[in-house]
C-alpha cells in the first residue's frame, strides 16, 4: 500500500498550489479521502475530505471558499486544488485514506507560504 503526495513547495501569499496524492496497492474507489495538515508546533488537523460513496465534501472552515478537494478514481489519485494562500496555510500536508477498520498515509508534502 502506499499514497504518494506532490506538488508542495514555496508560493507566496494570494498563490495557488494544487496537491496529488497517488493511491496503489488497495481498492481506492471505496475508500473516503481527506488531506490533513500539521504545522509546526501545532497538532495535526483535518483539511478536506471526500466520501466515496458519492463525492461529497467537507471543509475546515479555515479553507472553505479557498481549497477544493477532488478524486479520480481511475487514476486512483486525490487532489487539492488551494487557492489563495495565507501564510497560516505553511504546513505539512498528509493524504490519508480511510476504509473499514483500516487507514493508510502518505509521507507528508511541504507547503510553504510566504513572501
Known amino acids: 500500500v502506499q499514497l504518494v503526495e506532490s506538488g508542495g513547495g514555496l508560493v507566496q501569499p494570494g498563490g495557488s498550489l494544487k496537491l496529488s496524492c497517488a493511491a496503489s496497492?488497495?481498492?481506492?474507489?471505496?475508500?473516503?479521502m481527506t488531506w490533513f495538515r500539521q504545522a509546526p508546533g501545532k497538532e495535526r488537523e483535518l483539511v478536506a475530505v471526500i466520501a466515496s460513496a458519492d463525492g461529497s465534501t467537507n471543509y475546515a472552515d479555515s479553507v472553505k471558499g479557498r481549497f477544493t478537494i477532488s478524486r479520480d478514481n481511475a487514476k486512483n489519485t486525490v487532489y487539492l486544488q488551494m487557492n489563495s494562500l495565507k501564510p497560516e496555510d505553511t504546513a505539512v500536508y498528509y493524504c490519508?485514506?480511510?476504509?473499514?477498520?483500516?487507514?493508510?498515509w502518505g509521507q507528508g508534502t511541504q507547503v510553504t507560504v510566504s513572501s
Open positions: 490519508n485514506a480511510r476504509g473499514y477498520l483500516i487507514a493508510y
Open positions: 496497492g488497495f481498492t481506492f474507489s471505496i475508500y473516503d
